[in-house]
């Protein structure tokens, strides 16, 4: 009896399920793309990503006929992708799944993150304003929508959409340090402290948020509190705290 790897049973259970379509003997698709998609997670989970893509794409043949099922198929392809850093694959993936559920905001904002690392912003932001627009309460969508409006160095709307956060999501920590680098690199340090201290006492293990404050501290030319952040930083990131020091020598040495 010839024994069959992981890899070669998932091609076998996947040409399986497909001659069976094909007979008319799967009278269930919607149950065999349940099956499947365990089989998918399972893939994903040990790190066989290419099968776990296979078993989605599968998914999508079989559930031809139930458009959100393969549209929820089409997203799992683009989120390996994204974890992957195949970026142009992962939107790919993204926009069929918009093709076939048009109201998901979930697929428009990853779409959004996949052109945003593709340094397509003006293509991201429009894909972020239609996932607002699908769900307001999606959260990461408009916290996106303001990390996209600062790469286009247009920080006033990055100011902008981090206050309506704040204002209607106020243990939202991200937001608050977001808005605080915002208004640090407008040139208004002291205006950005208060906003960092509150992401800390929001999210104390945030190692970044330590980070950032101390690089408004440096724009405020206080080197000293700079260095309490780095201080701080030690326990939680002794790589980020290292970083971080250098960043403080070398703003010393340049006044």
Do not use: C, W
Request: net charge positive; aromatic share 8%; no cysteine.
């Amino acid at each position: 009896m010839t024994l069959l790897t992981k890899p070669t049973i998932l091609a076998a259970l996947l040409l399986t399920t497909l001659a069976f379509r094909a007979t008319g003997q799967s009278s269930d698709p919607i149950r065999e793309a349940q099956r499947l998609t365990r089989v998918a997670q399972v893939a994903q989970q040990q790190g066989r990503y290419d099968d776990a893509i296979k078993a989605y794409q599968t998914i999508t043949v079989i559930a031809a006929n139930a458009p959100q099922l393969s549209a929820s198929a089409h997203l799992a392809i683009g989120n390996i992708y994204m974890s992957l850093g195949k970026f142009d694959e992962a939107a790919a993936a993204f926009r069929r799944s918009i093709a076939l559920d048009s109201s998901s905001p979930e697929a428009i904002n990853n779409l959004r993150e996949a052109l945003g690392e593709l340094k397509q912003y003006l293509p991201a932001l429009e894909a972020f304003k239609k996932a607002v627009a699908l769900d307001g309460a999606y959260l990461k969508a408009r916290y996106n929508m303001g990390v996209t409006y600062d790469r286009l160095g247009q920080i006033k709307y990055a100011e902008f959409v981090y206050r309506i956060l704040i204002r209607d999501y106020p243990e939202f920590a991200l937001a608050y340090d977001s808005l605080a680098v915002s208004l640090s690199k407008s040139d208004r340090p002291r205006e950005a402290i208060p906003f960092h201290q509150k992401a800390i006492s929001l999210d104390p293990n945030d190692a970044s948020f330590y980070y950032n404050l101390a690089v408004s501290y440096l724009v405020l030319g206080d080197s000293r509190k700079a260095a309490e952040q780095q201080q701080a930083l030690r326990n939680l990131d002794p790589v980020m705290a290292e970083h971080l020091g250098a960043v403080i020598a070398k703003h010393s040495a340049v006044k």
